[in-house]
Structures are given as structure tokens and as C-alpha cells.
């Protein structure tokens, strides 16, 4: 590897102070780091540090997702073939969803990374590593049929405003990617909602009494009578689960195989890189909201068939998991305190479903609980330290 | 009747090279060496000159801020340089010691009131062993603390055993005890490791056995689980080893600056433990006992030391001298960066396979491992800080110099050797104790005035 090394010393030149290209020697520092492990030292205080970089992280939680992006994938070209009432193969399916999904993810990251590196220039410092992650979590959030443009659009949008304006990866106030989602979602509602941009069926007819519907939009006219996209009944509830859970519906791309989440899951929480406190109290929180439903619905509502759904069914459909496990768990926007993260990842839970059944307007509740959510964690850290505080100066009277 | 506290957070960072249990002494120093960064907080005032001839416990300088507390030389001999650095800052005091010893001498203390120890203490040179809390400076001979803490066991990683430093000196121990509870009034605690019985003949003050991982033993975790240090208290510190030989000194009336030194990490020949004086040369300690390569020497442990060269001197509390590899090499991501398998690469997270490894122990270089970012993951720091204080908030708040929030948040419960941990499992690699220490050194500076 010193060859590498040396080609890289070499290439530096022309980025050196009073070289040439002097101003644009982040673009080459992200290079070098990448290939290598800086030889920065320690200076003070402990001499030796942890392995663990904000690279690792970062890879890491990739790596996590890499199961709800392949099934994705598989899932876009399965849905567009059963659609359209044709018998593919697995390879045709696969290939499908490649050419679909490919595109996707790579104008998130060529729009999220050349904005990064515009302003890593101006700022003159290196490029964080965030949007490595934001960049892959936005096109798993998306239908599959959404324009590249507005992918693009969507993304700039979400890295300058949300992101770059506070300062960079680790001052953000909320999800960049959500926020990517939540500006399609209010400026294109079209293709970010409904019936039709869930499965993509050009290329031929559908079949009879296709509609393309979510589980979700489902809910609020059938309960939990569920259909397939070919519109075949599931022959009962827990068939229809077995088929959220595994990922076999409609949806965004990487949302709905609650398996291939929970994978990313158990990477995240094994490699200690995600809050058990947030996901684990944010499954309760969504499985809490919809026993309430269940109790109170019939006996108050009977006229709302979304109440019936039943709890455990609400926490595999729609985006759910994929918000739960890959959103609210981002560390710099959830609530930074231990206690307030079960507070946090319980009310995320809860009020996904409460928005989710309740507000007519939205099908799903997911992104926006974690939106608000995000906004609240800095009230919730403040009375979690307050607890701190007035327990030191309790011991203060005492004393 | 002693009481039991278990400390579940923490970690003990394995490494190689920990120090056999073998005592030699270590080559004869010609030059000692006072080095006034020692004491934090502390403004020396020389109070000789280049050339002047003193003897072992004469004093060097003074603090200008305590100027009763003076700093004595290790040695007799001559004056031979004052080292100075930017803005004249005085670095070091080096002393040319003469071949036989001659010592100031003053009455030895063998009871009495308080004040006549204190002033004895000063005196003799032996003032500047109790350090006091908040701040970690040294204590202000004119208060009377509090407590008196001391804390019997050092769990730093390849910490020199305390067991094997004090083995022959438990009557000066003893002695030291003696007068710490006369200067505070009977309030003595000592921190006992569990399964020790180092102490078990030590009785008289307040005992406490401790039992978990690494920062158990550090002193700012045994006085904030038996009895935190509110705003305005006063808490005094001593290290046990200290505690011997402020014993030592008081019973011959001389300041006797002995050390025994543990030479130990991966980059020793022969780990083991040597007897020198304060100030002593590294190169006297270490002489041809290092590896060949690129190391850096560290006068104390590898969370909290001080960086040293071969040329430097022994650190005044200094109880070990550690060597490690530097780190100062590029290393490709593959192989032995962020995307290799990464099975030698030591990580308190799972990030890396090497926690399946068990009780391997590790050869860990200076290397920072990435790059320095803004704070992005939370709950690293908490899972290795046993305190009921919120580091990372804390921390914040000193980066922004909000001295309201430092004081809610519990600055005067911790020194910078607390955080140590925490800056060791830093994933954006934040200089944590020198953002403590910049605090702890704002708040002296606000209340100064």
C-alpha cells in the first residue's frame, strides 16, 4: 500500500498551501482520508484512543441497511410484474428494481456529496462523514416512481436547509433525510402519495381491479381486510401480516420488508451504533397507541374501520420499522440523554400511529411523529438535566 | 464497620506490557528536574538562581498565588539550568546532584496541634502532595477541608500496583494517615480495593472497599459515591504512595523524595519496577530497556500522562513511566483502517470484532484512529463515567463558557483524569480533558476576581 501512498503524497502537491488548487484541498483530504487512516496523533489528556471513527459509524449503519435496499430492489421489479399479471423471473425482478432504484441512489449522492463539497470549500473544512448515511436514506424513503428531479431537488433542499445551515453533520436540528421527504411530500403530494406511485405498471395493462393501494390506504376503508396489488384478498389476517412483515406489499423502497429491517436492526444494536432505548420503546410505543385503538375503536368509534387494525399489524405496515429503526435513532436529532431517549423513542412510536389512524389527511404518521419528535428532543433532554440539577441541589440543602 | 460500593461503569483497557513484580534500582541521575506544569493552577515564583548551590529540600520557587507553599529540590546539589519556554514560562528547574545527599532538616513532627504540623509540612516540602477538589489544585494551607480522601489503589490501565509500592513502607503509611487526620479533623476516608488486604491492619478512618472497572480507583468516583462535593465544600486528596512519604518526611523532619517506578507498556524489554528519586532523568530510568522504534515515553499512565523525551525528567506524582508505539503512520482503510476486519483494532463499541477476542490484551499506539468532528453519537461517554453528572452536556457547556450551567451540571466534582475514559471512547476524537481542564481554569479565573 505504500505505492498507493505515494501516488496520493504525489497528487497532494497542486493542493498544498500556495499550490495551485489550495482551495480545493478538502476534495483531496476526503481522498486521502478515505484510502487512510490519517497519522494524526495525540496531543493531550489519553494517549491512546478508541478504533471507532466517525468512518466506522457511518459504514456501519450502510451496511445495516443493505437488506432493506436489496429486498427493495427485488420488491419494486415483484410488484410491477404482479401488477401487470406477468410471470418474471427472479433475475428480471432484480434487474427491474436496479434500474429503478440504481438511478436513484446515485443522484442522492452525487447532489448531496457535491453540495457537501461546495460548502466544505467555502468553510474550509474537511467533509463530515453524515451524508453518507442521509444519501442512502433517501431513496430507500421514496416511491419507486418518483423523477429524478425531484430526487435531486429534494435533496439539495434537505442538505442546505436542514443540514449545512446549522453548521454541518452533528448541529442538524432534524432528519436530513425526512426532510427530503417531508418537502416532496408537501410540494409534490402527487407523486408522493395516492394509489399510483407506489408500483410502477408501464409497459402494459394492469390487471382487473388493480388499484395500487397501500396497505395503509387500505386500512381506512377495509380495516384489516387486506388485498394484494393484484387485488387478491389475503385469505386472513395473518396471511396479510406474514406478507408485510416479509415485504411482499406496496410501499417506498426500502420501508416495507419489516424482516430486512430488523436484520439492519439487530447490526445496529449488536455494533452498539443505534439506541436499543429508541427502538425498543418506540415498537412499544406504536404496539400501545394501537391496543388503545383496538379497546376504545369499536366501542366509540365503530364507524372507523382504521381502529381495528390490529396493533400488531399496525407495526409492520407502511414506513413504521424502517422511521423507527433508521430514522429516530439518528443521534444528532433524537433526544441526547438516556432517560430521554425512552421518552423519545416511546412518543415517536405513539404518535406514528395516533396520526396515522386519526388525521384523515395522512396515511402515514411516521415522518411527521419523528419530525416533531425531533423538535421536541431538546425539551425532553432539558427536563431529563433538570432532574440532574435539582437532584445536586437538593443534596446541597441537606447537607 | 467498612462499607461495599460496586461500580458497574467503566472499563479496564488491556495492554501488554505490565510491570513484573521486581524491584531494582534504577541507574544513578545526574540531573533532577522540577517541572512547575505539574502543579495546575500554580504560578511559580524562582527563589534561586542559575548556580546556586542547595540541598535536598531547599526550596526552588513558590507559588505566587499560596505563597507559603514552596517546592523543594529533590536532591542536593547545584542549580545548573532553568529551562524556559514561550513568554519565558519556566519549564524546568534542573538540579546537578551532588554524589552523597545532604538534607535540610527540620524537627520532626511526632504529634501536636495543627497548625504546627501544617507549618511543618510546608516546611519540609511536603505541602504539595495534597491536592485539593474542586479544581485539582494544591491545597490552600489555610482551609481546613472538609474530608481528606485518599484513594488505595490505582485501576489506570498498566497502573503501577500500589500493593507492591507501599509492600515495605506501611508504618510510613501509617504516619501519614496519622497526620492527615489531624489536618482535617478526623475525616480521613481510604478507598480499598475488594480482596486487598494491603490495609486490613490500617484502622482509624473511614474505609470503603471498592469493586468494578476502571475509573474505580481514580478519587474524584470514591468521592462521589460516598459523599459528593457540593458548591463551596472543600475536599482534600492525597495518593497513598504519597501518604508514605509524607509520612517518611514528617518522622525524619527531611524531605525524603523517594519513588518507586513502574517501567512498563509494549514498548519495554523487561516490564518491572525501579526505585529512584522525584525528577529523575527518563533516561536514567529507561536506559537500554526500550524497543527499538518510534515511541513515545509517558511520565505516568497512558490515559493521563504526560508526554516526555528520553532528555525529560520524572513527573513530581508521577508513579510509572509507560512507552507505547507512536502512531504516527498512515494506515490504508482495508487493511488496517475503518473498513478492515479489524480484529487487532481495540474498540469499547462493537464496531470491531476484537470484543470477541475475550482477555486478549492489546498493543495500542498514539494513533488519534480518524479524524476530529462535532459530537455526533450519544451515549458513549455515560457507559464509562460513573458519575450522576451528564458529560457530554457538561462538556458542552464548558466549550461555550457558560459558567452557570458548569456549576448545575457538577464541574466541581471532576478533574480532567475523570474524563479520561470518555476521551479514550470519543468516536469524534474531542481533546476531553484539556476541554475540562480549560474549565475547571475558567472558573478559578471567574471567581479570582
Known amino acids: 500500500m505504500k505505492a498507493l501512498e505515494n501516488i496520493l503524497e504525489k497528487l497532494k502537491k497542486p493542493f498544498d498551501k500556495g499550490g495551485k488548487l489550495e482551495k480545493f484541498y478538502p476534495v483531496y483530504d476526503s481522498l486521502d482520508t478515505f484510502a487512510f487512516v490519517p497519522d494524526h496523533t495525540t496531543t493531550s489528556g489519553s494517549h491512546i484512543r478508541d478504533a471507532i471513527d466517525m468512518k466506522r459509524t457511518m459504514f456501519l449503519v450502510i451496511v445495516a441497511m443493505i437488506p432493506a435496499l436489496l429486498f427493495g430492489i427485488y420488491n419494486s421489479g415483484y410488484q410491477h410484474f404482479m401488477a401487470l399479471g406477468i410471470d418474471a423471473s427472479f433475475m428480471d425482478m432484480v434487474l427491474f428494481g436496479l434500474g429503478k432504484v440504481l438511478p436513484l441512489i446515485v443522484v442522492s449522492y452525487g447532489v448531496g456529496l457535491g453540495i457537501e463539497f461546495v460548502f466544505a470549500i467555502i468553510k474550509k473544512h474537511s467533509i463530515h462523514e453524515g451524508f453518507l448515511v442521509s444519501g442512502m436514506l433517501i431513496p430507500l424513503i421514496m416511491p419507486m416512481d418518483v423523477p429524478l428531479w425531484m430526487v435531486a431537488l429534494a435533496t439539495a433542499f434537505a442538505v442546505v436547509f436542514a443540514k449545512e445551515v446549522f453548521g454541518g453533520t452533528g448541529m442538524n436540528i432534524i432528519n436530513v433525510a425526512l426532510v427530503a421527504r417531508a418537502f416532496l411530500f408537501f410540494a409534490y403530494p402527487t407523486k408522493m402519495s395516492g394509489n399510483v406511485v407506489w408500483v410502477n405498471t408501464d409497459g402494459g395493462t394492469p390487471v382487473d381491479g388493480y388499484t395500487g393501494e397501500t396497505f395503509l390506504a387500505q386500512a381506512i376503508e377495509h380495516g384489516a381486510n387486506f388485498s394484494d396489488v393484484a387485488h387478491n384478498a389475503y385469505a386472513s389476517i395473518s396471511e396479510s401480516f406474514m406478507a408485510a412483515f416479509l415485504g411482499f406489499i406496496p410501499g417506498s423502497i426500502g420501508e416495507t420488508s419489516t424482516l430486512a429491517i430488523l436484520i439492519g436492526a439487530v447490526i445496529l444494536l449488536w455494533t452498539g451504533v443505534a439506541s436499543w432505548r429508541i427502538i425498543f420503546t418506540g415498537f412499544v410505543g406504536g404496539a400501545v397507541m394501537g391496543l388503545i385503538f383496538n379497546i376504545l375503536g369499536p366501542m366509540y368509534f365503530p364507524e372507523n374501520l382504521y381502529l381495528t387494525v390490529p396493533w400488531w399489524q399496525q407495526l409492520v405496515m407502511g414506513g413504521f420499522a424502517f422511521g423507527i429503526v433508521f430514522m429516530a435513532t439518528d443521534p444528532v436529532t433524537a433526544a441526547q440523554t438516556e432517560k430521554g431517549k425512552i421518552i423519545y423513542g416511546f412518543l415517536v412510536g405513539l404518535l406514528a400511529v395516533l396520526i396515522r389512524v386519526v388525521n384523515p389527511a395522512y396515511p402515514e404518521g411516521i415522518m411527521m411523529s419523528i419530525l416533531f419528535m425531533n423538535v421536541m428532543a431538546p425539551t425532553i433532554d432539558h427536563y431529563v438535566i433538570q432532574g440532574n440539577i435539582k437532584r445536586r441541589l437538593k443534596r446541597l440543602k441537606t447537607v | ?449
Open chain 2, 1 to 449: 464497620m467498612s462499607k461495599a460500593i460496586k461500580i458497574t461503569k467503566g472499563v479496564d483497557i488491556k495492554l501488554e506490557g505490565a510491570a513484573e513484580n521486581k524491584i531494582s534500582a534504577a541507574q544513578r541521575s545526574n540531573v533532577y528536574a522540577i517541572k512547575p506544569d505539574d502543579f495546575f493552577g500554580s504560578i511559580p515564583k524562582l527563589m534561586v538562581k542559575q548556580g546556586a548551590t542547595v540541598k535536598a529540600g531547599s526550596p526552588l520557587f513558590f507559588d505566587k498565588n499560596r505563597d507559603k507553599v514552596k517546592f523543594m529540590s529533590p536532591v542536593s546539589g547545584e542549580v545548573v539550568e532553568i529551562k524556559r519556554g514561550a513568554k519565558r514560562k519556566i519549564l524546568e528547574i534542573k538540579v546537578l546532584a551532588d554524589s552523597e545527599l545532604v538534607y535540610e532538616t527540620h524537627t520532626p513532627w511526632t504529634g501536636g496541634d495543627r497548625q504546627t504540623l501544617v507549618d511543618s509540612m510546608l516546611a519540609i516540602g511536603i505541602w504539595p502532595f495534597i491536592k485539593q477538589r474542586p479544581y485539582g489544585i494544591i491545597a490552600n494551607p489555610e482551609e481546613t477541608p472538609r474530608d481528606i480522601y485518599v484513594s488505595g489503589f490505582d485501576s489506570a490501565p498498566l497502573a503501577a500496583d500500589t500493593e507492591i509500592l507501599l509492600k515495605d513502607q506501611m508504618d510510613d503509611f501509617k504516619a501519614g494517615l496519622e497526620a492527615l487526620k489531624a489536618l482535617s479533623g478526623g475525616n480521613v476516608h481510604l478507598g480499598v480495593r475488594s480482596k486487598s488486604a494491603l490495609y486490613q491492619d490500617v484502622n482509624g478512618i473511614d474505609k470503603t472497599t471498592f469493586t468494578g472497572p476502571h475509573p474505580v480507583g481514580n478519587v474524584g468516583v470514591q468521592i462521589h459515591h460516598t459523599k459528593p462535593i457540593n458548591k463551596g465544600e472543600v475536599v482534600w486528596t492525597v495518593d497513598p504512595v504519597d501518604v508514605a512519604l509524607i509520612g517518611k518526611s514528617l518522622k525524619e523532619g527531611r524531605f525524603r523524595a523517594e519513588r518507586t517506578i513502574a517501567l512498563c507498556g509494549s514498548e519495554v524489554k523487561n516490564p518491572q519496577y525501579y526505585t529512584t528519586l522525584i525528577g529523575a532523568s527518563i533516561e536514567s530510568i529507561v536506559g537500554d530497556n526500550e524497543k527499538e522504534g518510534n515511541n513515545r515515553i509517558i511520565s505516568g499512565d497512558v490515559l493521563t500522562g504526560t508526554e516526555v523525551s528520553r532528555d525529560g525528567f520524572l513527573g513530581f506524582f508521577s508513579n510509572s513511566v509507560t512507552i507505547i508505539p507512536e502512531g504516527d503512520n498512515k494506515k490504508f482503510f482495508l487493511t488496517k483502517g475503518w473498513l478492515s476486519p479489524g480484529f487487532s483494532r481495540f474498540s469499547l463499541s462493537h464496531a470491531y470484532p476484537s470484543w470477541l477476542m475475550g482477555s486478549k490484551k492489546y498493543k495500542l499506539d498514539t494513533n488519534l484512529n480518524g479524524e476530529q468532528r462535532a459530537f455526533v453519537m450519544t451515549g458513549e461517554l455515560e457507559k464509562v463515567f460513573p458519575f450522576d453528572i451528564y458529560p457530554m452536556q457538561l462538556i458542552k457547556a464548558i466549550m461555550i463558557n457558560d459558567i452557570d450551567n458548569m456549576e448545575k451540571l457538577g464541574i466541581y466534582e471532576v478533574l480532567p483524569e475523570d474524563f479520561a475514559l470518555c476521551e479514550f471512547a470519543c468516536s469524534s476524537k474531542i481533546n476531553i480533558q484539556a476541554v475540562v481542564e480549560q474549565g475547571l481554569q475558567d472558573i478559578i479565573t471567574e471567581f479570582a476576581s
